[in-house]
């Protein structure tokens, strides 16, 4: 079992940044793939990015130039820093986890409860 807590939303100005947190528990943490989907109002949840143990990522391209993760193995944290983010990016963030990396991209274990993010125009 794993456990996921975000946090870090909150209101943020169109263009400005932003980092969240997400904090995991568990056991064998070195072997699962841990990152971030988020949900907009009215769609459906999508994958932002994921991070390895070893620290090998993979983004969407809509956030590829703008948001960087970041894994911090010895807290068993993860982070999300986003940059110049857009009205757009406002959703509910979900830190995730799985052990397979294709479980990561598209369906993962285990997920947080979410954190509001939204960018005010």
């Known amino acids: 079992q794993v456990q996921l807590v975000e946090s870090g939303g909150g209101l943020v100005q169109d263009g400005g940044s932003l980092r969240l947190s997400c904090a995991a528990s568990?056991?064998?943490?070195?072997?699962?793939?841990m990152g971030w989907f988020r949900q907009a109002p009215g769609k459906e949840r999508e994958f932002v990015v994921a991070?390895?143990?070893?620290?090998?990522?993979r983004y969407a391209d809509s956030v590829k130039a703008r948001f960087v993760v970041s894994r911090d193995n010895a807290k068993n944290m993860v982070y999300l820093q986003k940059n110049s983010v857009k009205p757009e990016d406002t959703a509910v963030y979900y830190c995730?986890?799985?052990?397979?990396?294709?479980?990561?991209?598209?369906?993962?274990?285990?997920w947080g409860q979410g954190t509001q993010v939204t960018v005010s125009s």
């Open positions: 991070v390895a143990w070893n620290g090998g990522t």
């Open positions: 995730a986890a799985a052990i397979e990396f294709g479980n990561m991209l598209t369906t993962p274990t285990y």
């Open positions: 568990g056991r064998a943490l070195n072997t699962y793939f």
